[in-house]
């Protein structure tokens, strides 16, 4: 087939948006005539549809050799080395690219360089949110596709002690291959990227994709001294932690608990070993450290769950029900059916009701189940912080229905649930505009947000955990 023939059905898929079978096409233009720069170029532009901006700049600059007068590649370099922060690359491409490009382009990247030259004195001067500001802006202002402006945001995150958010930044930038990066950046900067993902892994946990992140860095740039440091202080955390685990298996707490603050000397924020340290202290009876690790490693990682359900156990120990009570509330909110975790939940407000006082004889783990017998009993569980789900139905009760309030209690013990007999309580049937019989109503710190009629406990569960978190 004439290889034009297949470039212009490779454009029509292009301005489809179907770029995959666009570059299949482009590719068998290109096998047939090798020589064409507009081959080379289309084929970019349908990679940099596809995400893949590094192939997408190789074509550009095979389309460019092939005819450096092709002022439509020129731009198309350009505008993919404005996107990768290469602003002096980009600056010169534009001004090859004749009447593509316009002043306001020439602007953007003037300003963008200006941008990125904050960014590095900022991280020099180790002015941590004002980097974080920088980066930014760099990223909203079009170079979506830096990977040094990543790392650096990761790298301002991480000393500020944000880890979660740290690794999201870093895992946003682009996933460009060591190579890649040392042929367009330069060894300095490539080995910058490698090493502040290897931090990156280290403190949220990854030790051994840390550990092969930060020997990649130090192959690269064996004589940088950053480097050097950052991969002594990654093979002592992850030792500390092999370490510290293998204790920790053969009861040996004490000797564990020296191993993980071995490893904490080069890290003190990690919160893997920050966690593990409270379990060895939670088993030496040392219940106020261990909450103090737990706190310390849920301010750099709050979805922490581990550190979260180890704090509130530790706070149950020292009698603290009220700490302990809201780490275990928002356990369940995040897994409703943990049943450890709803009944260590029950058993902290029992005792939390004891200690003030309250009557707690009848209190049983999974019959929380209450029978409204008047208008302010109804409204004071419904306008109550927290969630309430109210059964209205008839006297003569169904076995099945009541099952299922039973079952969704034992599940969700931190939740109020009701029953509603509508011909003791007609007034709240119609104040509540209950059509159906019998029906669930879900209610949230006063708001009534869900209905659900018939016996379907699939969904009734479904909507308490959807609505609970």
Partial sequence: MDPEVLKNKGNERYKQGRYEEALVLYDRAISLDSNKATYRSNRSAALIGLGRLAEAVVE?????????SYQRAHYRLATLYFRLGETEKALYHYKQSGTNTDSKEVARAQALQKHLNRCTEARKLKEWNRLLSETE????????????????QAEALLRLHRHQEACTAYQKGPGFSADFYTKLFGLTIASYILMIGAQVYMAVGRFEEALATAQQAARLDPSNGEVRDAVKSVRAVASARLS??????????????IAYSEGLEYDSYNSILLCNRAACRSRLGQFEKAVEDCTAALAVQPHHSKARLRRAHCNAELGRWESSIQDFEMLIRESPADEEVGRALFDAQVQLKKQRGEDTKDLKYGSNLAVVYSDERFRHFVTSPGMSVVLFCKKENDEQILQTMEQASKKFPSVNFLKVEVEDHSYLAKSERVTFLPSFKIYKNGSRIKEITGNNRELLEKSIKLHGS
């Fill in 60 to 68: 550009c600059k095979e389309a460019i050799r092939l005819d450096h």
């Fill in 244 to 257: 510290g685990n293998s204790l920790f298996k053969a009861s040996k707490f004490s000797e564990a608990c």
């Fill in 137 to 152: 802006f760099s990223i909203s202002s079009g170079a979506d596709s830096v990977p040094q402006v990543y790392a650096m």
